[in-house]
């Protein structure tokens, strides 16, 4: 079933809201809530529910899980932090017992520009992988299929927003192999930031108005050029302001303006930084803060 859940205006303070002639035209088909599906259509996007159980579905065998978008020209979803504007996609499961799901991995987002506005996130095609853990209560007895339902949220984009969201159910064969979908899981296996190992060399710190970064353990090739940052944590840094950033011997260094408005500062700051189309995330320690009575978080549509 696919419904559109609250308006843009009530989501979207800061960013354009949907024209009225538009609202009147977007009317959802809902889906019949007796045949089930693996797939959301809307005038906007297709999403699929799609999984990859190469050895079927047992202890200790991988799983994935995940959710397909093929976005039409000029839209876009977005990514976990989603920029100056947005909000995230948000998937909520229902699996059986003895199956547990995992946060979603990320892949690599690329920025768009909105006016004096940068957002996070992804149009074309992209699939948001979640590994899932099998454990020993998983008990589908002579069953030969489960039943894996989810039920997601996002928020589609161009330069109006409007939310959508849509209950999805796909069965999933216990003991034959699910591979229709490799090479999209192998392709977002292969988008996913790379981690870094924790470096003494790594660390974020709060200096005045600014939030100074070192990250050491990056691959040699990527020395001596810029690179783009991505914080995890939104409304930290000033996601569309001018920052600086160089590197001294094996250290890649950045000064990041911090939002004017933000909540308490976090323990830890994880970025993604990117080049070339491939990521690699440095997971830093925080040194510094300030007092979370000091400023309020931004309202970010």
């Known amino acids: 079933m696919l419904r559109s859940f609250v308006s843009a205006a009530a989501l979207l303070p800061a960013i354009a809201l949907l024209p009225m002639q538009a609202a009147a035209q977007f009317n959802l088909q809902k889906q019949d809530a007796s045949r089930p599906s693996n797939q959301v259509v809307t005038p906007h996007v297709r999403a699929e529910l799609v999984a990859h159980a190469p050895e079927g579905i047992a202890v200790g065998k991988p799983l994935w899980l995940g959710l397909t978008f093929a976005h039409q020209p000029e839209w876009h979803t977005y ?7 947005g909000l995230p996609t948000e998937l909520a499961w229902r699996l059986p017992q003895g199956m547990e799901a995992g946060a979603i991995a990320w892949p690599l ?10 957002n996070y996130g992804y149009d074309g095609f992209v699939l948001l992988p979640v590994p899932v853990s099998i454990s020993s209560s998983f008990s589908p007895g002579q069953a030969a299929e489960v039943d894996v339902k989810l039920h997601a949220t996002w928020l589609m984009c161009r330069k109006e927003c409007i939310p ?5 159910v796909l069965k999933l064969p216990v003991r034959a192999p699910t591979v229709a979908h490799a090479e999209a899981f192998a392709a977002a296996a292969k988008a996913m930031p790379q981690p870094l190992p924790n470096s003494a060399g790594s660390m974020a710190r709060v200096n005045g108005a600014h939030l100074e970064v070192e990250v050491a353990g990056l691959p040699t090739e ?16 000033e996601t569309a302001a001018l920052s600086s950033q160089r590197w001294q011997g094996k250290v890649w260094t950045a000064r990041l303006p911090l939002a004017a408005q933000r909540s308490a500062s976090p323990s830890r700051m994880p970025f993604v930084l990117a080049h070339g189309g491939k990521g690699w995330r440095a997971d830093l320690g925080m040194q510094g803060g300030w007092a979370s009575s000091a400023a309020q978080g931004t309202s970010r549509p």
């Open 222 to 237: 990527l020395r001596g050029k810029d690179l783009e940052v991505f914080s995890e944590v939104p409304g930290v840094v």
């Open 164 to 168: 959508e969201e849509g209950d999805f």
């Open 109 to 118: 987002p690329r920025r768009f520009p909105l006016g004096k506005l940068v």
């Open 79 to 85: 990514w976990t932090n989603p920029g100056d504007a």
